[in-house]
């Protein structure tokens, strides 16, 4: 004779599934993260840790929420076409069934909304994805099984993150680089995010309207100069890319070397604002 459902450890199981579905999604995103250009304001590690950590009973909360909406409803659907079928778990019943509950709150929010069709259709797959996970693994009747998701997930995640941080270590995976650029890069029009323009000429000359200036002693949150004018610029690919930077000689005008970062098909150059070190950057792309 099967073992009873437990439907009160189906509402555990899966809520420590969708709780275990974020952290994972956390240890991706944050190595995907090394692989990008950083962003203009550096990222307070700390703070996004205490952030991480006050918004856990959040996903729990809302992992529970989901479960008893969702997962429960299915586990239950699954059950009345397994006991149709002779006893035998429908696992295969799982995604369609999530799909079908979830197919008019989807609706109902694309319509109100008006979401473009593609990406509801993206939203309603990954939705459907998800929650059918917490149902495929609430499905077993066995004992023990809470104790096993929670040790099995947990080396999931962790393992995610220290072979995410070994594979950027040792070069298996793309840590960003900025991209090689030279002279001929240079060449053309470079804006900021106001629209103010550095122009490069072949030649070797270059004109600014409105570019913003930043001493190393400025502080980040002080607005800056803008300079506008006329005069020189020259490449140096540097020992790597790292170290390549682009110096412009305005006479009213007085900047550190430019240092670059971006991509190959969005290059830019950049200063940092309060001195090296600071984090904070200054970037003009390339039209």
Known sequence: MRQKRSYGRVLVVSTLVGCLEVALTAAVVLVHVRTQPPPDTPSDWADIGGSLIALTPLVGFVSFLLTLVFVLPAVALVDLLSRGLGGRTAWWAAPPAVAALLAAPVLIFATYNDAETGDTLVFWASATASLSLGV????????????RVALWGTALVVGTGVCGALGLAVGLLPAYEPPRIGPETMTGSWFDQTGNTLVFTPDGRVTASGVGVHRPGDHPDDPSRRCSGSGTWSYGPGRDVWS?????????????AWGVDGTAGEPRIRQEIGGPGSGRLYRLRKA
Do not use: D, F, S, T
């Open 136 to 147: 495929v693994v609430a499905l077993p009747r066995g004992e023990g099984l809470l104790r």
């Open 244 to 256: 390549q930077e682009v110096r412009v000689e305005i006479p009213e005008c007085h900047w550190q």
